[in-house]
Protein backbone atom coordinates (compact mmCIF):
# COMPACT_ATOMS: atom_id res chain seq x y z
CA UNK A 1 0.00 0.00 0.00
CA UNK A 2 1.04 3.33 -1.23
CA UNK A 3 -0.11 6.09 1.47
CA UNK A 4 1.04 8.75 -0.69
CA UNK A 5 -1.74 7.48 -2.51
CA UNK A 6 -4.38 6.66 -0.17
CA UNK A 7 -4.29 9.55 1.85
CA UNK A 8 -5.11 11.92 -1.07
CA UNK A 9 -8.03 9.87 -1.42
CA UNK A 10 -9.13 9.91 2.56
CA UNK A 11 -9.39 13.64 2.15
CA UNK A 12 -11.45 12.78 -1.66
CA UNK A 13 -14.01 10.86 0.66
CA UNK A 14 -14.59 13.63 2.88
CA UNK A 15 -14.75 16.24 0.52
CA UNK A 16 -17.29 14.30 -1.69
CA UNK A 17 -19.16 13.60 1.11
CA UNK A 18 -19.51 17.37 2.17
CA UNK A 19 -20.73 18.18 -1.37
CA UNK A 20 -24.19 16.96 -0.35
CA UNK A 21 -24.36 19.62 2.07
CA UNK A 22 -23.55 22.14 -0.02
CA UNK A 23 -21.16 25.10 0.56
CA UNK A 24 -20.69 27.50 3.51
CA UNK A 25 -17.65 29.76 4.60
CA UNK A 26 -15.53 29.15 7.65
CA UNK A 27 -15.48 31.75 10.09
CA UNK A 28 -12.47 33.37 9.99
CA UNK A 29 -11.63 33.07 13.03
CA UNK A 30 -10.05 30.13 12.80
CA UNK A 31 -8.60 30.39 9.42
CA UNK A 32 -4.53 29.68 8.64
CA UNK A 33 -3.23 30.58 5.19
CA UNK A 34 -0.54 27.84 4.14
CA UNK A 35 2.13 30.81 4.16
CA UNK A 36 1.69 31.02 8.00
CA UNK A 37 0.97 26.88 8.11
CA UNK A 38 4.24 26.19 6.59
CA UNK A 39 6.92 27.49 9.27
CA UNK A 40 4.94 26.11 12.06
CA UNK A 41 5.15 22.97 10.16
CA UNK A 42 8.22 22.36 9.93
CA UNK A 43 9.09 23.04 13.57
CA UNK A 44 6.39 20.76 14.26
CA UNK A 45 8.33 17.96 12.05
CA UNK A 46 11.87 18.55 13.39
CA UNK A 47 10.54 18.23 16.58
CA UNK A 48 8.86 14.34 15.61
CA UNK A 49 12.86 13.84 14.88
CA UNK A 50 13.42 13.35 18.88
CA UNK A 51 11.45 9.42 18.37
CA UNK A 52 12.95 5.98 17.92
CA UNK A 53 12.05 3.82 14.94
CA UNK A 54 9.67 1.80 16.40
CA UNK A 55 8.42 0.99 12.89
CA UNK A 56 12.17 -0.79 12.00
CA UNK A 57 13.33 -4.24 12.49
CA UNK A 58 16.47 -3.20 14.61
CA UNK A 59 13.72 -1.46 17.16
CA UNK A 60 13.26 -4.66 19.43
CA UNK A 61 12.08 -3.22 22.47
CA UNK A 62 8.69 -2.78 23.70
CA UNK A 63 5.80 -4.16 22.84
CA UNK A 64 5.33 -1.50 19.65
CA UNK A 65 4.77 -1.39 16.07
CA UNK A 66 3.99 0.51 13.31
CA UNK A 67 0.18 0.20 12.63
CA UNK A 68 -0.83 -1.09 9.41
CA UNK A 69 -1.59 1.58 6.49
CA UNK A 70 -4.80 0.33 5.79
CA UNK A 71 -5.38 1.17 9.59
CA UNK A 72 -3.89 4.48 9.20
CA UNK A 73 -5.98 5.21 5.61
CA UNK A 74 -9.23 4.28 7.95
CA UNK A 75 -8.54 5.91 10.98
CA UNK A 76 -7.45 9.19 8.80
CA UNK A 77 -10.69 8.80 6.72
CA UNK A 78 -12.66 8.59 9.64
CA UNK A 79 -10.91 11.09 11.62
CA UNK A 80 -12.16 14.33 9.25
CA UNK A 81 -15.92 12.82 9.81
CA UNK A 82 -14.98 12.88 13.18
CA UNK A 83 -17.45 10.66 14.86
CA UNK A 84 -18.07 9.55 18.05
CA UNK A 85 -19.20 6.18 18.81
CA UNK A 86 -20.33 6.56 22.01
CA UNK A 87 -23.99 6.89 20.64
CA UNK A 88 -24.90 5.90 17.47
CA UNK A 89 -26.19 9.29 16.41
CA UNK A 90 -22.32 10.42 17.05
CA UNK A 91 -21.29 8.03 14.28
CA UNK A 92 -23.83 5.58 13.08
CA UNK A 93 -21.16 4.25 10.30
CA UNK A 94 -18.37 3.71 12.58
CA UNK A 95 -20.93 2.48 15.60
CA UNK A 96 -21.72 -0.70 13.34
CA UNK A 97 -18.22 -1.34 12.11
CA UNK A 98 -17.28 -1.47 15.63
CA UNK A 99 -20.17 -3.96 16.20
CA UNK A 100 -18.51 -5.96 13.48
CA UNK A 101 -15.22 -5.38 14.99
CA UNK A 102 -16.29 -7.36 18.42
CA UNK A 103 -17.91 -9.84 16.73
CA UNK A 104 -14.83 -10.84 15.27
CA UNK A 105 -12.52 -10.11 18.13
CA UNK A 106 -14.81 -12.52 20.01
CA UNK A 107 -14.78 -15.11 17.54
CA UNK A 108 -11.48 -15.23 17.70
CA UNK A 109 -11.50 -16.44 21.55
CA UNK A 110 -14.31 -18.68 21.13
CA UNK A 111 -17.41 -16.16 22.67
CA UNK A 112 -20.40 -17.15 20.91
CA UNK A 113 -22.50 -14.13 21.71
CA UNK A 114 -20.34 -11.65 23.24
CA UNK A 115 -21.07 -8.16 24.70
CA UNK A 116 -18.24 -6.04 24.28
CA UNK A 117 -16.57 -2.45 23.38
CA UNK A 118 -13.61 -0.87 21.58
CA UNK A 119 -11.94 1.23 24.63
CA UNK A 120 -8.93 3.73 24.23
CA UNK A 121 -6.33 1.14 26.26
CA UNK A 122 -6.28 -1.88 27.54
CA UNK A 123 -5.90 -0.29 31.05
CA UNK A 124 -9.23 1.06 30.39
CA UNK A 125 -11.07 -2.05 29.53
CA UNK A 126 -9.60 -3.73 32.55
CA UNK A 127 -10.71 -1.25 34.54
CA UNK A 128 -14.39 -2.12 32.75
CA UNK A 129 -13.83 -5.81 33.57
CA UNK A 130 -12.85 -5.36 37.21
CA UNK A 131 -16.12 -2.55 37.45
CA UNK A 132 -18.23 -5.92 36.77
CA UNK A 133 -16.22 -8.41 39.01
CA UNK A 134 -17.00 -5.68 41.99
CA UNK A 135 -20.80 -5.62 40.74
CA UNK A 136 -20.90 -9.21 40.66
CA UNK A 137 -19.52 -10.07 43.71
CA UNK A 138 -19.92 -7.40 46.24
CA UNK A 139 -18.00 -7.29 49.14
CA UNK A 140 -15.17 -9.80 47.52
CA UNK A 141 -11.79 -9.36 45.74
CA UNK A 142 -9.91 -9.96 42.67
CA UNK A 143 -6.53 -12.56 42.65
CA UNK A 144 -4.19 -11.86 40.41
CA UNK A 145 -0.36 -13.14 39.89
CA UNK A 146 2.58 -10.80 41.20
CA UNK A 147 3.57 -10.50 37.30
CA UNK A 148 0.12 -9.56 36.30
CA UNK A 149 0.40 -5.50 34.39
CA UNK A 150 0.28 -3.39 37.29
CA UNK A 151 -3.10 -1.77 36.18
CA UNK A 152 -4.77 -4.99 38.41
CA UNK A 153 -3.59 -3.44 41.02
CA UNK A 154 -3.93 -0.25 40.49
CA UNK A 155 -7.63 -0.40 39.83
CA UNK A 156 -8.82 -2.49 42.62
CA UNK A 157 -7.59 0.58 44.45
CA UNK A 158 -9.43 3.13 42.56
CA UNK A 159 -12.32 0.38 42.81
CA UNK A 160 -12.03 0.22 46.25
CA UNK A 161 -11.62 -3.95 45.83
CA UNK A 162 -9.10 -5.93 48.12
CA UNK A 163 -6.65 -6.97 45.78
CA UNK A 164 -4.73 -10.24 46.13
CA UNK A 165 -1.35 -11.11 44.42
CA UNK A 166 -0.74 -14.44 43.92
CA UNK A 167 3.20 -15.48 43.88
CA UNK A 168 4.32 -17.10 40.10
CA UNK A 169 5.62 -20.20 39.41
CA UNK A 170 9.77 -20.82 37.65
CA UNK A 171 8.44 -19.69 34.36
CA UNK A 172 6.31 -16.87 35.30
CA UNK A 173 2.51 -18.13 35.49
CA UNK A 174 0.40 -17.72 38.50
CA UNK A 175 0.80 -20.51 41.10
CA UNK A 176 -2.06 -23.05 41.48
CA UNK A 177 -1.40 -24.32 44.61
CA UNK A 178 -1.27 -20.18 46.16
CA UNK A 179 -4.34 -19.42 44.06
CA UNK A 180 -6.19 -22.54 45.35
CA UNK A 181 -4.90 -21.63 48.57
CA UNK A 182 -6.30 -18.37 48.05
CA UNK A 183 -9.46 -18.80 46.73
CA UNK A 184 -10.33 -21.46 49.60
CA UNK A 185 -10.48 -18.21 52.15
CA UNK A 186 -13.35 -17.29 50.45
CA UNK A 187 -12.26 -13.34 49.91
CA UNK A 188 -12.13 -13.65 46.37
CA UNK A 189 -14.63 -12.89 43.68
CA UNK A 190 -12.80 -13.03 40.36
CA UNK A 191 -9.59 -14.19 39.07
CA UNK A 192 -7.73 -12.45 36.67
CA UNK A 193 -5.35 -14.61 34.26
CA UNK A 194 -2.88 -13.27 31.69
CA UNK A 195 -2.28 -14.69 28.49
CA UNK A 196 1.26 -12.97 27.66
CA UNK A 197 2.68 -11.38 30.56
CA UNK A 198 4.22 -7.78 29.61
CA UNK A 199 7.49 -8.57 31.08
CA UNK A 200 7.92 -12.07 30.12
CA UNK A 201 5.24 -12.76 27.89
CA UNK A 202 4.22 -15.51 30.18
CA UNK A 203 0.97 -17.52 29.87
CA UNK A 204 -1.03 -18.76 33.07
CA UNK A 205 -3.11 -22.04 32.51
CA UNK A 206 -6.19 -20.80 31.81
CA UNK A 207 -7.39 -24.37 31.52
CA UNK A 208 -6.32 -25.04 34.91
CA UNK A 209 -7.55 -21.91 37.12
CA UNK A 210 -10.86 -21.80 35.36
CA UNK A 211 -12.08 -25.21 36.91
CA UNK A 212 -10.57 -24.04 40.33
CA UNK A 213 -12.02 -20.50 40.25
CA UNK A 214 -15.43 -22.60 39.20
CA UNK A 215 -15.36 -24.84 42.41
CA UNK A 216 -14.87 -21.96 44.57
CA UNK A 217 -17.56 -19.52 42.85
CA UNK A 218 -15.50 -17.07 41.56
CA UNK A 219 -15.44 -15.42 38.17
CA UNK A 220 -12.21 -15.43 35.43
CA UNK A 221 -11.36 -12.55 33.64
CA UNK A 222 -8.74 -13.21 30.92
CA UNK A 223 -6.30 -9.87 30.32
CA UNK A 224 -4.82 -10.82 27.08
CA UNK A 225 -4.04 -7.37 25.74
CA UNK A 226 -0.51 -8.08 24.64
CA UNK A 227 -1.04 -12.12 23.84
CA UNK A 228 -4.69 -12.15 22.80
CA UNK A 229 -4.00 -12.47 19.04
CA UNK A 230 -2.34 -15.25 19.55
CA UNK A 231 -5.27 -17.13 20.03
CA UNK A 232 -5.56 -17.22 16.19
CA UNK A 233 -2.70 -20.21 16.70
CA UNK A 234 -3.40 -21.04 20.04
CA UNK A 235 -6.90 -22.72 18.50
CA UNK A 236 -5.68 -23.71 15.21
CA UNK A 237 -4.26 -27.05 13.43
CA UNK A 238 -0.79 -25.58 13.82
CA UNK A 239 -0.23 -23.74 17.14
CA UNK A 240 3.77 -23.16 16.33
CA UNK A 241 4.82 -24.51 19.50
CA UNK A 242 2.26 -23.09 21.75
CA UNK A 243 0.38 -25.13 24.35
CA UNK A 244 -3.28 -25.01 23.32
CA UNK A 245 -5.44 -25.38 26.31
CA UNK A 246 -5.37 -22.09 27.61
CA UNK A 247 -6.40 -20.41 24.42
CA UNK A 248 -9.56 -23.15 24.29
CA UNK A 249 -10.42 -22.41 28.30
CA UNK A 250 -10.91 -18.46 27.09
CA UNK A 251 -14.54 -19.08 26.31
CA UNK A 252 -15.33 -20.46 29.20
CA UNK A 253 -14.33 -17.35 31.12
CA UNK A 254 -16.01 -14.24 31.85
CA UNK A 255 -14.46 -11.50 30.35
CA UNK A 256 -11.43 -11.11 27.81
CA UNK A 257 -9.49 -7.99 27.67
CA UNK A 258 -7.59 -7.49 24.18
CA UNK A 259 -5.71 -4.62 22.75
CA UNK A 260 -5.87 -4.02 18.94
CA UNK A 261 -2.92 -1.28 19.22
CA UNK A 262 -0.69 -4.27 20.23
CA UNK A 263 -0.62 -6.79 18.07
CA UNK A 264 -3.49 -5.87 15.87
CA UNK A 265 -1.52 -3.45 13.85
CA UNK A 266 -3.49 -0.52 15.01
CA UNK A 267 -2.91 3.32 15.85
CA UNK A 268 -2.91 3.93 19.93
CA UNK A 269 -5.31 3.88 21.36
CA UNK A 270 -7.41 1.09 20.68
CA UNK A 271 -8.41 -1.47 23.37
CA UNK A 272 -11.62 -3.77 23.84
CA UNK A 273 -13.61 -5.32 26.48
CA UNK A 274 -15.31 -8.47 26.04
CA UNK A 275 -18.00 -9.80 28.61
CA UNK A 276 -19.41 -13.89 27.84
CA UNK A 277 -22.59 -13.02 29.57
CA UNK A 278 -24.52 -9.84 27.76
CA UNK A 279 -26.32 -9.95 31.21
CA UNK A 280 -22.89 -8.27 32.07
CA UNK A 281 -24.82 -5.00 30.55
CA UNK A 282 -27.22 -4.47 33.25
CA UNK A 283 -24.20 -3.33 35.43
CA UNK A 284 -23.90 -0.16 33.41
CA UNK A 285 -27.13 0.84 32.61
CA UNK A 286 -27.68 4.93 32.38
CA UNK A 287 -29.31 7.01 31.18
CA UNK A 288 -28.89 10.54 29.10
CA UNK A 289 -31.18 13.33 28.78
CA UNK A 290 -29.94 14.63 25.76
CA UNK A 291 -28.74 11.16 23.90
CA UNK A 292 -29.45 7.74 23.00
CA UNK A 293 -32.12 8.67 21.01
CA UNK A 294 -31.63 6.71 17.31
CA UNK A 295 -31.99 3.17 17.61
CA UNK A 296 -34.05 0.68 20.06
CA UNK A 297 -30.81 -1.16 20.59
CA UNK A 298 -27.99 -0.52 23.22
CA UNK A 299 -25.92 2.24 22.24
CA UNK A 300 -21.90 1.46 22.89
CA UNK A 301 -22.24 4.55 25.48
CA UNK A 302 -24.61 2.72 27.48
CA UNK A 303 -22.51 -0.69 28.49
CA UNK A 304 -19.20 1.19 28.92
CA UNK A 305 -18.13 3.85 31.52
CA UNK A 306 -16.12 5.78 28.79
CA UNK A 307 -18.23 8.20 27.07
CA UNK A 308 -16.99 10.05 24.29
CA UNK A 309 -14.91 7.49 21.61
CA UNK A 310 -12.89 8.29 18.42
CA UNK A 311 -15.44 6.52 15.74
CA UNK A 312 -11.54 6.49 14.17
CA UNK A 313 -10.84 3.52 16.11
CA UNK A 314 -13.23 1.25 14.89
CA UNK A 315 -12.61 2.43 11.52
CA UNK A 316 -9.50 1.58 11.05
CA UNK A 317 -9.66 -1.78 12.80
CA UNK A 318 -12.70 -2.63 10.47
CA UNK A 319 -10.92 -2.00 7.70
CA UNK A 320 -7.58 -3.85 9.01
CA UNK A 321 -9.82 -6.63 8.93
CA UNK A 322 -11.59 -6.95 6.17
CA UNK A 323 -7.84 -7.05 4.35
CA UNK A 324 -6.30 -8.89 6.99
CA UNK A 325 -9.10 -11.03 8.55
CA UNK A 326 -8.64 -13.05 12.11
CA UNK A 327 -8.11 -16.38 11.45
CA UNK A 328 -4.95 -18.83 10.66
CA UNK A 329 -3.90 -17.99 6.90
CA UNK A 330 -4.64 -13.76 7.76
CA UNK A 331 -3.83 -12.44 10.90
CA UNK A 332 -2.18 -15.51 12.47
CA UNK A 333 0.48 -15.13 9.47
CA UNK A 334 1.63 -12.44 11.38
CA UNK A 335 1.42 -13.87 14.84
CA UNK A 336 3.09 -16.67 13.70
CA UNK A 337 6.87 -14.64 11.85
CA UNK A 338 7.29 -13.46 15.44
CA UNK A 339 6.55 -16.53 17.56
CA UNK A 340 9.39 -18.65 15.03
CA UNK A 341 11.22 -15.73 15.62
CA UNK A 342 11.58 -16.30 19.15
CA UNK A 343 11.70 -19.95 19.15
CA UNK A 344 14.94 -19.45 16.76
CA UNK A 345 16.34 -16.82 18.64
CA UNK A 346 16.30 -19.14 21.95
CA UNK A 347 17.92 -21.95 20.12
CA UNK A 348 20.50 -19.25 18.72
CA UNK A 349 20.85 -18.19 22.52
CA UNK A 350 21.03 -21.64 23.85
CA UNK A 351 24.10 -22.27 21.55
CA UNK A 352 25.86 -18.95 22.07
CA UNK A 353 29.26 -18.10 24.21
CA UNK A 354 28.40 -14.56 24.96
CA UNK A 355 24.80 -14.65 25.47
CA UNK A 356 22.83 -16.47 27.58
CA UNK A 357 18.84 -17.03 27.21
CA UNK A 358 17.16 -16.43 30.50
CA UNK A 359 13.70 -18.06 29.94
CA UNK A 360 12.35 -19.48 27.14
CA UNK A 361 9.58 -17.58 25.21
CA UNK A 362 5.32 -18.08 25.64
CA UNK A 363 4.98 -15.82 23.01
CA UNK A 364 7.20 -13.56 20.94
CA UNK A 365 9.18 -11.84 24.30
CA UNK A 366 13.09 -13.41 24.42
CA UNK A 367 14.93 -12.50 27.44
CA UNK A 368 18.72 -13.11 27.99
CA UNK A 369 21.48 -12.11 29.45
CA UNK A 370 25.43 -11.51 28.70
CA UNK A 371 27.56 -14.43 29.48
CA UNK A 372 29.49 -12.20 31.91
CA UNK A 373 32.23 -13.73 34.25
CA UNK A 374 32.09 -14.27 37.46
CA UNK A 375 28.06 -14.83 36.91
CA UNK A 376 26.66 -12.68 39.75
CA UNK A 377 24.12 -10.53 39.49
CA UNK A 378 25.97 -7.34 39.64
CA UNK A 379 27.90 -8.17 36.80
CA UNK A 380 25.03 -9.13 35.04
CA UNK A 381 22.94 -5.88 35.82
CA UNK A 382 26.04 -3.57 34.84
CA UNK A 383 26.77 -5.78 31.33
CA UNK A 384 22.89 -5.23 30.44
CA UNK A 385 22.93 -1.61 31.56
CA UNK A 386 26.28 -1.11 28.81
CA UNK A 387 24.46 -3.42 25.75
CA UNK A 388 21.21 -1.41 26.40
CA UNK A 389 23.46 2.01 26.18
CA UNK A 390 25.70 0.93 23.26
CA UNK A 391 23.13 -0.72 21.30
CA UNK A 392 20.55 2.28 21.10
CA UNK A 393 22.89 4.87 20.94
CA UNK A 394 26.06 3.48 18.54
CA UNK A 395 26.41 5.95 15.10
CA UNK A 396 26.85 2.78 12.98
CA UNK A 397 24.25 -0.55 13.16
CA UNK A 398 22.10 0.86 16.42
CA UNK A 399 19.96 -1.48 17.86
CA UNK A 400 16.89 -0.55 20.41
CA UNK A 401 16.40 -3.68 23.04
CA UNK A 402 14.94 -3.04 26.33
CA UNK A 403 15.35 -4.67 30.03
CA UNK A 404 13.19 -6.41 33.02
CA UNK A 405 13.97 -6.29 35.85
CA UNK A 406 14.31 -9.70 38.27
CA UNK A 407 14.52 -10.00 41.61
CA UNK A 408 17.26 -12.60 43.04
CA UNK A 409 15.16 -15.19 43.81
CA UNK A 410 13.22 -14.85 40.26
CA UNK A 411 17.00 -15.15 38.21
CA UNK A 412 18.38 -17.95 40.98
CA UNK A 413 15.23 -19.97 39.55
CA UNK A 414 15.99 -19.84 36.09
CA UNK A 415 19.77 -19.95 37.05
CA UNK A 416 20.66 -21.67 40.39
CA UNK A 417 24.87 -20.99 39.47
CA UNK A 418 24.27 -17.36 39.88
CA UNK A 419 26.14 -15.67 42.84
CA UNK A 420 23.92 -13.50 44.77
CA UNK A 421 25.60 -10.24 45.29
CA UNK A 422 22.57 -7.80 44.81
CA UNK A 423 18.59 -8.30 45.93
CA UNK A 424 17.89 -8.03 41.61
CA UNK A 425 19.50 -7.50 38.32
CA UNK A 426 18.06 -6.40 34.60
CA UNK A 427 17.76 -9.00 32.10
CA UNK A 428 18.05 -8.09 28.46
CA UNK A 429 14.22 -8.36 26.82
CA UNK A 430 13.12 -7.96 23.08
CA UNK A 431 9.58 -8.50 21.56
CA UNK A 432 9.64 -9.93 18.41
CA UNK A 433 6.08 -8.13 17.61
CA UNK A 434 6.85 -7.14 14.26
CA UNK A 435 6.88 -10.25 11.55
CA UNK A 436 10.09 -8.57 9.99
CA UNK A 437 11.84 -10.10 12.61
CA UNK A 438 12.07 -13.40 11.14
CA UNK A 439 13.84 -11.65 8.37
CA UNK A 440 16.49 -10.17 10.22
CA UNK A 441 17.13 -12.80 12.77
CA UNK A 442 20.52 -13.39 11.98
CA UNK A 443 21.84 -9.83 11.66
CA UNK A 444 19.77 -9.10 15.13
CA UNK A 445 21.86 -11.66 17.18
CA UNK A 446 25.04 -11.42 15.86
CA UNK A 447 24.60 -7.47 16.59
CA UNK A 448 23.74 -8.13 20.36
CA UNK A 449 26.40 -10.91 20.36
CA UNK A 450 29.05 -8.38 18.87
CA UNK A 451 27.20 -5.83 21.63
CA UNK A 452 27.44 -8.66 24.70
CA UNK A 453 30.96 -9.31 24.22
CA UNK A 454 31.79 -5.59 24.88
CA UNK A 455 29.81 -5.37 27.64
CA UNK A 456 31.00 -8.48 29.33
CA UNK A 457 34.59 -7.18 28.54
CA UNK A 458 35.37 -10.05 26.29
CA UNK A 459 36.26 -7.46 23.56
Not at 17 to 37: K, M, Q, V
Not at 397 to 424: I, M, N, Q, T, Y
Request: include cysteine.
Amino acid sequence: MDLRYWLPRAVDVFERFGERFGPFTPHPSHRIDDAAFAPVFERFAKRLDDNYPFFHPSYAGQMVKAPHPAAVVGYVTAMLFNPNNHAAEGGPATTEMERECVASLGAMFGLKDPLGHLTTSGTMANLEALYVARESHPGRGVAYSSECHYTHERMCHVLGMEGHRVPVDARGRIDLEALERLLATGRVGTVVVTLGTTGLGAVDEVHEVLPMARRHGARVHVDAAYGGFFALLGRSVDPVGLDPRPWAAVAGCDSVVVDPHKHGLQPYGCGAVLFNDPGAGRHFAHDSPYTYFTQAELHLGEISLECSRAGAAAAGLWLTLQLLPLNREGFGEILAAGRRAALRWADLLAGSDVLELYQRPDLDIVTYVPAVRPFSLLSVDAACERLLHEGMYAADDPVFLSVLRADADAFARRHPRVVRDAGAARVMRSVLIKPEAELRLDRLHARVEQLAALAAGRQ
